[in-house]
C-alpha cells in the first residue's frame, strides 16, 4: 500500500519527538508496516542489510517486553512497538544474495564475458567484504587490524577490521533505517520513541533470538498524548557541532 505524506521530509524531522506517553488508541497495522519497508530503503554498508525488524502488535508479548524495559511509560502504554535488530552473523547469507542480484543485472554469460565494472562488483562481494567479515573470535580480526595499520603507514585503507569493528558497521546501518522509520511514522502523524533501556537478553529470549543477534533499539508507537513530550526540544547550539572547512 501507498503511504501519502501528511509532512514533508523537513516537516516530519521537526514534528518527531521522542513520545513518553501515548493515547490509547489502535494504530493501522499496514501503515505500520509500510513504515518499516520505508526504513530498508536505508543507506546501509556495503548493502549488507544486517537488520531484522519486529512489529509487535500482540498484547502479551508487549506486556512481556514491557516488563523487560523496565515498565517505562513509552512502552507501558505503546500501542504497538518495533524492534530493531542487528544481525552482523547473516553477513555470508546478505553476500550470497548481493552476488545473485548482481548476476541478474548482469545477466547470464560465462565470468570472462563480465565488463570490468561488472568484475570489481562481484569481486567486491566474493573476496573483500568475506575478508573484513570473517572472524574466529576475534583473533583473525586483530591480525587484520594490525596488517591494515601497517599497510596505512604507506597509503590509504579501511582501518576497521575488527570484531568489534564490524558489530559496530551493523548497528550503525540498523540506526539508519530506524530513524528512517521513525520519520516515517511521523509523516503520517503516527509517534514513536526508541527506547534503549532493556534487558537485552530477555528480549531476545521473547523473540526467539540467536545469541549473535543484537538488538539495536526498540520503538515504542502509537498517538501522542500531549503530556507524553516531556518538555521543549533542546539541543546545544548549532555553532557549537557545525564546522564548515
Known amino acids: 500500500m501507498d503511504i501519502v505524506n501528511e509532512r514533508s521530509v523537513s516537516e516530519a524531522i521537526k514534528y518527531r519527538r521522542s513520545v513518553r506517553v501515548f493515547k490509547s488508541e489502535a494504530l493501522d497495522d499496514d501503515k505500520v508496516k509500510e513504515c518499516i519497508r520505508l526504513a530498508t530503503l536505508a543507506p546501509t554498508s556495503s548493502n549488507m542489510q544486517l ?9 502479551k508479548v508487549l506486556e512481556q517486553i514491557t516488563t523487560a524495559s523496565f515498565n517505562q511509560n513509552a512502552a507501558k502504554t505503546a500501542s504497538q ?10 553477513w555470508k547469507k546478505r553476500v550470497e544474495s548481493n552476488i545473485a542480484f548482481l548476476k541478474s543485472q548482469f545477466g547470464d554469460k560465462s565470468t570472462a564475458d563480465y565488463s570490468k565494472r561488472e568484475k570489481f562488483a562481484l569481486n567486491y562481494y566474493q573476496k573483500i ?23 596505512g603507514i604507506f597509503k590509504p585503507i579501511y582501518r576497521e577490521a575488527r570484531l568489534s569493528d564490524m558489530r559496530i558497521v ?23 520513541c526508541p527506547m534503549e533501556g532493556f534487558d537485552s537478553l530477555r528480549i531476545k529470549k521473547i523473540l526467539n533470538l540467536p545469541p549473535a543477534a543484537e538488538i539495536n533499539m526498540i520503538i515504542g508507537c502509537g498517538i501522542r498524548e500531549e503530556s507524553g513530550v516531556y518538555g521543549e526540544r533542546f539541543r546545544v547550539p548549532f555553532e557549537e557541532v557545525f564546522f564548515k572547512i
Not at 537488520?51 to 498484547?59: A, K, L, S
Not at 512497538?81 to 547473516?90: C, E, H, Y
Not at 573484513?132 to 587484520?144: E, H, P, S, V
Open 81 to 90: 512497538m518495533v524492534i530493531v535488530v542487528a544481525r552482523k552473523d547473516l
Open 170 to 192: 551493523a548497528q550503525k546501518s540498523a540506526a539508519l533505517a530506524a530513524q528512517n522509520f521513525m520519520i516515517s511514522m511521523a509523516a503520517i502523524n503516527y509517534d514513536t
Open 129 to 151: 567484504v568475506p575478508t573484513l567479515y570473517f572472524d574466529f573470535i576475534g583473533i583473525l580480526g586483530a591480525l587484520k587490524f594490525l596488517a591494515f595499520q601497517i599497510i
Open 51 to 59: 537488520w531484522e525488524f519486529y512489529q509487535i502488535t500482540t498484547p
